[in-house]
């Protein structure tokens, strides 16, 4: 018996030396890799001639920003077109500086990052002013554009991340009760008080997202003590109970973890803020105030629609052969919103304004701030999947956050996606919805289809995810029936696809918090992460499933359907086994997901593994075990990545 405990012991040894020895080789391999990927895309950059700096020198950066903010502040000439073109150059210079900062931690290299941050603020600064400059050039001319019927200034113009519309109010029409924009549709009451008054309105509609990071509760709270309980997909999550040693992050892990700072709040800049997020109330257990949005637990979803009121310029007037133009005004002046009507005192100044128009409504609006509920309405984007009625909020940036009061009669048409309301606020917009709402998910699967890939099926709550896998790209497949021609049926990497999927309003990826806001069982962190590792290591040959078990087997314990399958046809589902993974121990139970009740013996004629991937093995095919040989060391990565990424082991 003692010689039997000793072989016994020696194999479960050999075994788990062998699973270390095969995850440490794809670590080396992988950090191999994106070694070489760095060092090529440096070269690659210090040959690209296009005219554009590299964002990563910052000497090259702080010039290329400061020559641009003086050659447009002091443009007159440019067009809408040429300052979009360059609005896109800038987010891709950003874009850039992201991929290198998300490769640079996947190697855990933080040299120079501090200056990468600034170089995204400095890019961010560009942005606005270059449009606020071409926007004032085109109001100081609005004659140029003023629209025939109306004879009102109207100018829309898009760019692939970015839409631009002005309205400008030229004719001064008192029968003018409303105005419409192509863009999203935008339909905006004209009260009396701005009728008469030289004011033009300005929409601008963006698919990312600078604002939200400023908010006190994009972050999630620090955890002091680590203990592992939940495993994470960007950073590892705390428990009650805590532990002396902090658990180590398994390479699956650490790759699942970068690709999700780059999604985890529909901003590709997460990571990066995170590691220098300043010590704000965001870290109390609640926002005090309902009507802050809660950026752990919502979501913004289709963009950001910055609106601004502002001041149209004295226009030019044509004296015989001379052109006469007010120059006294260099730049654009934005009218504040009113404070609320509880706080106003009405003045004689304010009636005096009521009664002129033209400059004097300008007074009475920089002066006194007032104006009624206006009647507003847009359509969100047609790419926008809205599982519920989507939440409206503004941005008050004198909190740094997004409230949802100040609106009134908001009401969302579901058949053609209108939003409808009143409000007096006039500034950045935004559609939220629940983070979580896909959360927990009822089931998922993972199966091999064919040499080098494997589909991954999760249904979540209100939707059925289908993703095709392979080494260095995924594809959604499905939903058909939802609006995401920009995104389904393209190759993307892994990360790419995550984030378009987060801001299309499909996040399926729980974030180190989720547990506030989902029911779950609780689940040993470290045993998470090495089943994850270990599926993805067989997930060429095998497939794997949810089991009805594995929610109530507890805490230190994990129960997962698996089955060889080396076709591309899904698993009979004869042939599905469930097996109980432990910290130290892995078997294949004799106990299946159609029995009524779970009970815990080992298949007859099997034997005990000190993990799930020695199971596998122990029942596998020839061929099977070939294929698992032959297993490339980026597609195991990218499957970990979904696995990580998704945690459905603990989320379904």
Known sequence: MEEMMKQEAERFETETQALQEMLNENKDQLKEMREQVRSQKIWDRFLLCNGTPDPTVQSELNTFTSLSIDETKNSTSQDVSGCLDDVEQALDLINELEEVMTLDKQLEISEGHDKFKEGIESLQGLIETKVDNVTFNVMKTAEKFADPDSQNLLIEKESPRVKFSLWGNLAKNPRQKSFKLDTDEFQMEIPKSLANADVAVRLIHTSFDFLSPKCKSFFAQKKKTPAPSRAASVAPQQNEENKEEKPTTPAGEETAIENLDKVAENNENLAENQEKRPNTPSEADEIEDEDIVDLRAMSTVGGVMYLDLLKLPPQAKKVGNWVIQDITESELERIPNPTPEDEKEETEETKEGEE??????????????????????????????????????????????????????????????????????????????????????????????????????????????????????????????????????????????????????????????????????????????????????????????????????????????????????????DMWKNYSCEPRKSYVLKCTDDDDEMFDEKVEGTQFHPDIFHCLKEGASSKALEVLTNTSYTFVDNVSTWLFATKVLTFS
């Open 356 to 573: 002129s128009g033209g400059e004097a409504a300008i007074t009475q609006l920089t002066k006194e701030l007032t104006w009624p509920l206006l009647n507003m309405s847009f359509t969100v984007s047609s790419n926008a999947v809205f599982t519920e009625e989507p939440q409206l909020a503004r941005w008050e940036d004198s909190q740094q956050c997004w409230r949802t009061d100040g609106f009134e009669d908001v009401n969302f048409d579901e058949t053609n996606g209108t939003i409808s309301f009143k409000s007096q606020f006039i500034g950045p917009i935004c559609t939220f919805q629940d983070t979580y709402n896909n959360m927990p998910f009822q089931s998922w699967e993972i199966r091999p289809y064919g040499e080098g890939c494997v589909i991954f099926t999760l249904i979540a709550a209100s939707v059925e995810l289908e993703i095709s896998i392979k080494e260095n790209a995924c594809c959604l497949n499905s939903p058909e029936d939802m609006e995401l021609d920009g995104i389904r049926n393209k190759w993307l990497p892994a990360h790419i696809l995550m984030q378009k999927l987060v801001a299309a309003g499909i996040n399926v990826f729980p974030s180190e918090d989720a547990d506030k806001y989902v029911s779950i069982s609780v689940k040993d962190e470290e045993l998470e992460s090495s089943v994850y590792e270990q599926m993805a290591l067989a997930s060429s040959a095998f497939a794997f499933s949810w089991s009805r078990w594995n929610a109530d087997c507890g805490e230190k314990r994990q129960i997962v359907r698996a089955a060889e399958n080396l076709t591309t046809h899904p698993v009979d589902e």
